[in-house]
Protein backbone atom coordinates (compact mmCIF):
# COMPACT_ATOMS: atom_id res chain seq x y z
CA UNK A 1 0.00 0.00 0.00
CA UNK A 2 1.06 3.83 -0.35
CA UNK A 3 1.19 3.81 3.56
CA UNK A 4 4.05 0.98 3.66
CA UNK A 5 5.50 2.23 0.72
CA UNK A 6 5.95 5.80 2.56
CA UNK A 7 7.43 3.93 5.53
CA UNK A 8 10.49 2.41 3.34
CA UNK A 9 10.91 5.95 1.46
CA UNK A 10 11.91 7.42 4.59
CA UNK A 11 13.77 4.38 5.83
CA UNK A 12 15.63 4.81 2.89
CA UNK A 13 16.19 8.58 3.50
CA UNK A 14 17.44 7.50 7.16
CA UNK A 15 19.86 5.18 5.59
CA UNK A 16 21.22 7.54 3.43
CA UNK A 17 21.63 9.80 6.44
CA UNK A 18 19.86 12.89 4.94
CA UNK A 19 18.50 13.59 8.40
CA UNK A 20 19.86 15.63 11.13
CA UNK A 21 19.97 13.96 14.25
CA UNK A 22 17.22 15.68 15.76
CA UNK A 23 15.02 14.66 12.70
CA UNK A 24 16.09 11.28 12.99
CA UNK A 25 15.12 11.45 16.46
CA UNK A 26 12.02 12.63 15.33
CA UNK A 27 11.33 9.81 12.69
CA UNK A 28 11.95 7.71 15.10
CA UNK A 29 9.50 8.30 17.80
CA UNK A 30 7.19 8.62 14.61
CA UNK A 31 7.55 5.14 13.64
CA UNK A 32 6.82 4.29 17.01
CA UNK A 33 3.80 5.81 17.15
CA UNK A 34 3.11 4.03 13.39
CA UNK A 35 4.35 0.83 14.77
CA UNK A 36 1.44 0.77 17.97
CA UNK A 37 -1.10 1.70 15.56
CA UNK A 38 -0.24 -1.25 13.13
CA UNK A 39 -0.49 -3.44 15.47
CA UNK A 40 -3.86 -3.03 16.42
CA UNK A 41 -5.53 -2.78 19.88
CA UNK A 42 -2.74 -4.48 21.75
CA UNK A 43 -1.80 -0.90 22.62
CA UNK A 44 -5.18 0.13 24.24
CA UNK A 45 -4.10 -1.90 27.08
CA UNK A 46 -0.41 -1.48 27.57
CA UNK A 47 -1.25 2.38 27.39
CA UNK A 48 -3.06 2.05 31.01
CA UNK A 49 0.33 0.49 32.41
CA UNK A 50 1.49 3.93 33.03
CA UNK A 51 -1.55 5.07 34.51
CA UNK A 52 -1.10 2.74 37.87
CA UNK A 53 1.60 2.08 39.94
CA UNK A 54 3.57 -1.20 39.55
CA UNK A 55 0.72 -1.55 36.54
CA UNK A 56 3.65 -4.06 34.45
CA UNK A 57 4.87 -5.83 37.62
CA UNK A 58 1.75 -7.87 39.22
CA UNK A 59 2.02 -11.53 39.02
CA UNK A 60 -0.56 -14.08 39.33
CA UNK A 61 0.29 -17.88 39.51
CA UNK A 62 4.21 -17.29 37.80
CA UNK A 63 2.01 -15.35 35.13
CA UNK A 64 2.74 -11.07 34.42
CA UNK A 65 -0.97 -9.42 34.47
CA UNK A 66 -1.28 -7.30 31.25
CA UNK A 67 -4.29 -6.07 31.54
CA UNK A 68 -5.44 -5.55 35.55
CA UNK A 69 -8.68 -4.15 34.42
CA UNK A 70 -9.90 -7.13 32.69
CA UNK A 71 -11.29 -10.69 33.58
CA UNK A 72 -8.92 -11.92 30.65
CA UNK A 73 -5.57 -11.19 32.02
CA UNK A 74 -4.18 -10.53 28.25
CA UNK A 75 -6.70 -7.79 28.39
CA UNK A 76 -10.02 -7.78 26.33
CA UNK A 77 -13.66 -8.87 26.86
CA UNK A 78 -15.46 -7.73 30.13
CA UNK A 79 -13.45 -5.87 32.69
CA UNK A 80 -13.24 -6.87 36.46
CA UNK A 81 -14.12 -4.43 39.28
CA UNK A 82 -10.98 -2.80 39.39
CA UNK A 83 -11.02 -2.12 35.86
CA UNK A 84 -14.94 -0.91 36.39
CA UNK A 85 -13.43 1.71 39.21
CA UNK A 86 -10.88 2.69 36.66
CA UNK A 87 -12.81 3.61 34.57
CA UNK A 88 -15.41 5.38 36.81
CA UNK A 89 -12.01 7.55 37.83
CA UNK A 90 -11.75 8.63 34.54
CA UNK A 91 -8.95 6.54 33.97
CA UNK A 92 -6.72 8.26 36.46
CA UNK A 93 -4.89 7.13 40.04
CA UNK A 94 -7.15 9.07 42.38
CA UNK A 95 -6.96 9.42 45.88
CA UNK A 96 -10.60 7.69 46.70
CA UNK A 97 -9.44 5.19 44.00
CA UNK A 98 -6.08 4.23 45.05
CA UNK A 99 -8.27 4.08 48.77
CA UNK A 100 -11.17 1.93 47.71
CA UNK A 101 -11.15 -2.48 47.84
CA UNK A 102 -12.28 -2.78 44.59
CA UNK A 103 -12.04 -6.60 44.44
CA UNK A 104 -13.27 -6.76 48.39
CA UNK A 105 -10.36 -9.10 49.78
CA UNK A 106 -9.69 -6.28 52.78
CA UNK A 107 -6.89 -4.34 51.10
CA UNK A 108 -7.54 -1.57 49.36
CA UNK A 109 -5.75 -1.07 45.75
CA UNK A 110 -2.93 1.50 46.65
CA UNK A 111 -1.52 -1.44 49.50
CA UNK A 112 -1.93 -4.23 46.82
CA UNK A 113 -0.27 -2.19 43.87
CA UNK A 114 2.57 -0.66 46.73
CA UNK A 115 1.04 2.96 47.04
CA UNK A 116 -0.58 2.49 50.59
CA UNK A 117 -0.19 6.31 51.10
CA UNK A 118 -2.03 7.07 47.79
CA UNK A 119 1.05 9.73 46.86
CA UNK A 120 2.35 8.11 43.79
CA UNK A 121 2.27 10.00 40.13
CA UNK A 122 2.82 8.92 37.00
CA UNK A 123 6.22 8.81 36.02
CA UNK A 124 7.38 8.41 40.22
CA UNK A 125 8.29 5.12 41.67
CA UNK A 126 5.42 3.78 43.64
CA UNK A 127 7.02 3.24 47.55
CA UNK A 128 6.89 -0.35 47.31
CA UNK A 129 7.73 -2.42 44.18
CA UNK A 130 7.62 -6.14 45.70
CA UNK A 131 4.98 -7.96 47.56
CA UNK A 132 2.07 -7.07 45.01
CA UNK A 133 -0.90 -8.55 44.34
CA UNK A 134 -4.21 -8.37 41.67
CA UNK A 135 -6.67 -5.42 42.98
CA UNK A 136 -9.16 -7.15 40.54
CA UNK A 137 -8.89 -10.35 41.94
CA UNK A 138 -9.80 -11.22 45.48
CA UNK A 139 -7.79 -14.39 45.66
CA UNK A 140 -4.83 -12.50 44.86
CA UNK A 141 -3.77 -10.65 48.39
CA UNK A 142 -1.14 -9.37 49.53
CA UNK A 143 0.89 -9.66 52.86
CA UNK A 144 2.32 -6.25 52.66
CA UNK A 145 0.87 -3.92 55.30
CA UNK A 146 0.55 0.25 55.49
CA UNK A 147 2.40 -0.45 58.89
CA UNK A 148 5.28 -1.74 56.73
CA UNK A 149 4.95 0.95 54.32
CA UNK A 150 5.52 3.76 57.19
CA UNK A 151 8.73 1.46 58.96
CA UNK A 152 10.22 1.41 55.58
CA UNK A 153 9.73 5.29 55.77
CA UNK A 154 11.16 6.17 58.77
CA UNK A 155 14.38 4.13 57.76
CA UNK A 156 15.23 5.61 54.62
CA UNK A 157 14.66 9.17 56.14
CA UNK A 158 17.14 7.95 58.82
CA UNK A 159 19.47 6.55 56.70
CA UNK A 160 19.46 9.75 54.29
CA UNK A 161 19.69 12.13 57.47
CA UNK A 162 23.10 9.96 58.62
CA UNK A 163 24.25 9.96 54.68
CA UNK A 164 23.98 14.32 54.72
CA UNK A 165 25.84 14.51 58.10
CA UNK A 166 28.66 12.54 57.00
CA UNK A 167 29.01 14.47 53.42
CA UNK A 168 28.54 17.60 55.42
CA UNK A 169 31.76 16.42 57.36
CA UNK A 170 33.66 15.42 54.30
CA UNK A 171 33.05 18.22 52.38
CA UNK A 172 34.44 20.44 55.10
CA UNK A 173 37.39 18.11 55.46
CA UNK A 174 37.85 18.79 51.54
CA UNK A 175 37.66 22.09 51.99
CA UNK A 176 40.83 22.61 54.27
CA UNK A 177 42.61 20.75 51.34
CA UNK A 178 41.85 22.92 48.97
CA UNK A 179 44.39 25.60 49.30
CA UNK A 180 46.85 22.92 48.25
CA UNK A 181 45.35 22.15 45.05
CA UNK A 182 45.71 25.62 43.17
CA UNK A 183 48.49 24.57 41.13
CA UNK A 184 46.89 21.97 38.73
CA UNK A 185 44.90 24.88 37.03
CA UNK A 186 47.29 25.02 33.92
CA UNK A 187 46.70 21.21 33.80
CA UNK A 188 43.18 21.52 33.68
CA UNK A 189 43.03 23.55 30.67
CA UNK A 190 44.81 20.67 28.65
CA UNK A 191 42.09 18.35 30.25
CA UNK A 192 39.47 20.77 29.10
CA UNK A 193 40.16 20.25 25.69
CA UNK A 194 40.69 16.46 25.76
CA UNK A 195 37.37 16.67 27.50
CA UNK A 196 35.90 18.47 24.38
CA UNK A 197 37.49 16.23 22.26
CA UNK A 198 35.59 13.61 23.58
CA UNK A 199 32.54 15.27 24.25
CA UNK A 200 32.26 15.52 20.43
CA UNK A 201 33.00 11.88 19.73
CA UNK A 202 29.97 10.94 21.77
CA UNK A 203 27.15 13.50 20.51
CA UNK A 204 28.55 11.59 17.03
CA UNK A 205 27.63 8.16 18.53
CA UNK A 206 24.33 9.38 19.65
CA UNK A 207 23.92 10.78 16.03
CA UNK A 208 24.63 7.76 14.67
CA UNK A 209 22.56 5.91 17.01
CA UNK A 210 19.52 7.76 15.84
CA UNK A 211 19.95 7.36 12.27
CA UNK A 212 20.06 3.22 12.84
CA UNK A 213 17.32 3.42 15.54
CA UNK A 214 15.02 4.91 13.14
CA UNK A 215 15.65 2.99 10.47
CA UNK A 216 15.20 -0.21 12.46
CA UNK A 217 11.55 0.95 13.47
CA UNK A 218 10.41 2.11 10.35
CA UNK A 219 11.56 -1.52 9.21
CA UNK A 220 9.48 -3.09 11.99
CA UNK A 221 6.72 -0.56 11.52
CA UNK A 222 6.45 -1.38 7.58
CA UNK A 223 6.79 -5.49 8.30
CA UNK A 224 3.95 -5.27 10.65
CA UNK A 225 1.72 -2.85 8.14
CA UNK A 226 2.12 -5.54 5.62
Known sequence: SSFILFLQFLQFLVGKQVFSCFSAMRVSSFAGSMLLLCMGGADGFS???SHLPNGDKVVVNGQTIAALGHVAAAGGGSRNAFGSSFESADEVW???FCQADSDGDGASNGLELGDPDCTWTVGST???TTDLSHPGLASSVT??????????TD???DSTADSSTDSTADSTSDGDDGDDDGDGDNDGDDDGDDQG???ANAAEKVCQ???IMAAAMLSV???VAA
Open 197 to 199: NGA
Open 47 to 49: SYV
Open 209 to 211: GAH
Open 221 to 223: AAL
Open 155 to 157: STA
Open 94 to 96: TTA
Open 143 to 152: TASASDADST
Open 126 to 128: PKR
